[in-house]
């Protein structure tokens, strides 16, 4: 028979597992965005007296949640976990394996804990339930003896106050335009009803910046400053990046929404930029959106159309979502460098030491996102004649210091499309969309302006 506690846990020795119930005056969205947010959890994670450190969060089926617990004190030693994502219903239901790590973040071998957490509306309110599940009495018992469960109750406590002190609009995926996330960020609901987080910076007409894998605005923000002297810039997180909601099965038309729900936050016209594999995205969308979009300028869409450089492999999107699926993210950033940049094998040790190796491992689940959004045009074959429809003008700049294969992309693209204006930018090669931020910047600023007179 289950054992109630004093505080709200009880221990079911039948089915071995531990459930703790707490019922917060916050709602369900609030609640949720206190569960899935880096910094939101790091400020009540823990018992009383200890601190959270969050190395890691990417809430989606496979992802991972690494964080550190010690007490402020000093008096004990770190304890470190590694939650792996199993399955996730938004603002209903989070279930994750959790396993105790070492230094070095591998399984300390203490075994792993199942968990289950529910949202429920409780009137205006929300219940939260959590259910740890063990493989054995045994396994329960050191649990219990480790007063494990009031160490939950204790966080979840902590919790409660942290939701009586937090803003009303730090909500997640149900947020409507103009609310904020922990970040500051601004977010709109995508159709599907995900949230897009996005900032709005500088003054006179739209323009969307577009990043590419691996990165979430961040990544770009210099080109968007850049802009920002003469357009009206939303920088945004794409799905699966960032503050932004990423429902599965991932599905490249719900980013086409997306870019949708921003234009509208634009005032209902925007021109779309983009480097490297953002260029993919913006010519689908602008294809999509028809006059919604004022006109493009793609840096060096990564196109491979004849023999000038060697194409994917056959299998670079499965073998890539397989590495992801498997947990294997720094083997998928490894297999992305040397298939598909062409980065010797040997200089892969040496870039493992760079903090922004860790970066691109935390998004290695974009490199397949962008890859189903590229698929066909990188075989080594001509541009397919029947993707895309567009009217509006379209620059494609290329660097004067890059790779042939990346003119052979331009030109194979304004052979398909009327309105293509094939750039060069001297002196730069394929990183100044992120580089040289102010050259690109001026360019797209005399194509774009130019072409709304």
Request: with cysteine.
């Amino acid at each position: 028979m289950p054992e109630d506690t004093a505080d709200g846990i009880v221990i079911d020795r039948s089915s071995n597992t531990i459930h703790i119930r707490r019922t917060y005056a916050a709602g369900v969205d609030r609640v949720w965005w206190a569960w899935t947010d880096a910094e939101a959890i790091s400020r009540w994670w823990g018992p009383q007296g200890w601190a959270a450190t969050v190395y890691e969060m990417d809430v989606r089926p496979g992802g991972r949640w690494r964080f550190q617990i010690a007490p402020v004190d000093g008096s004990a030693a770190p304890v470190r976990s590694i939650v792996t994502y199993k399955a996730i219903v938004a603002r209903a239901q989070l279930d994750y394996d959790d396993t105790f790590a070492d230094e070095a973040w591998r399984s300390d071998g203490t075994g792993t804990f199942p968990t289950a957490v529910t949202f429920t509306s409780a009137g205006t309110g929300c219940t939260v339930d959590v259910a740890a599940s063990f493989p054995d009495g045994q396994a329960l018992q050191r649990a219990v003896e480790l007063q494990m469960a009031e160490g939950y109750a204790e966080a979840l406590d902590r919790l409660g106050g942290l939701l009586d002190n937090a803003p009303s609009d730090h909500t997640d995926a149900s947020s409507t335009e103009g609310e904020t996330t922990m970040s500051g960020l601004s977010t709109v609901t995508s159709a599907d009803g995900t949230t897009i987080a996005y900032e709005k910076t500088g003054s006179g007409p739209a323009i969307i910046v577009i990043s590419t894998v691996a990165e979430d605005h961040t990544g770009v923000a210099g080109v968007a400053k850049a802009l920002s002297e003469h357009f009206t810039v939303i920088n945004f997180d794409r799905r699966g990046r960032g503050a932004s909601g990423d429902p599965q099965p991932y599905d490249p038309a719900r980013e086409i929404d997306d870019i949708a729900a921003l234009i509208d936050v634009a005032g209902g016209s925007a021109a779309l930029t983009g480097g490297s594999g953002g260029c993919g995205l913006a010519l689908d969308a602008a294809s999509a959106l028809g006059g919604k979009v004022t006109g493009l300028y793609l840096y060096e869409p990564p196109f491979i159309v004849d023999d000038s450089r060697p194409p994917a492999p056959a299998d670079y999107l499965e073998h890539l979502e397989a590495l992801v699926a498997a947990g294997k993210r720094s083997e998928a950033v490894e297999y992305f460098m040397t298939q598909m940049i062409g980065v010797p094998a040997e200089y892969i040790p040496a870039m493992k030491q760079d903090p922004s190796w860790d970066e691109m491992a935390k998004y290695a689940h974009t490199y397949a996102y962008d890859g189903q959004i590229f698929r066909g045009l990188q075989d080594g074959k001509p541009l397919p004649t029947d993707r895309w429809s567009i009217d509006v003008p379209i620059a494609v700049a290329v660097g004067g210091n890059s790779e042939a294969f990346m003119r052979q992309g331009a030109n194979a693209l304004a052979a398909i499309l009327p309105n293509v204006t094939v750039l060069t930018l001297p002196d730069h090669d394929h990183s100044a969309f992120w580089m040289a931020p102010d050259a690109v910047a001026r360019q797209a600023r005399s194509f774009l302006l130019g072409s709304l007179q």
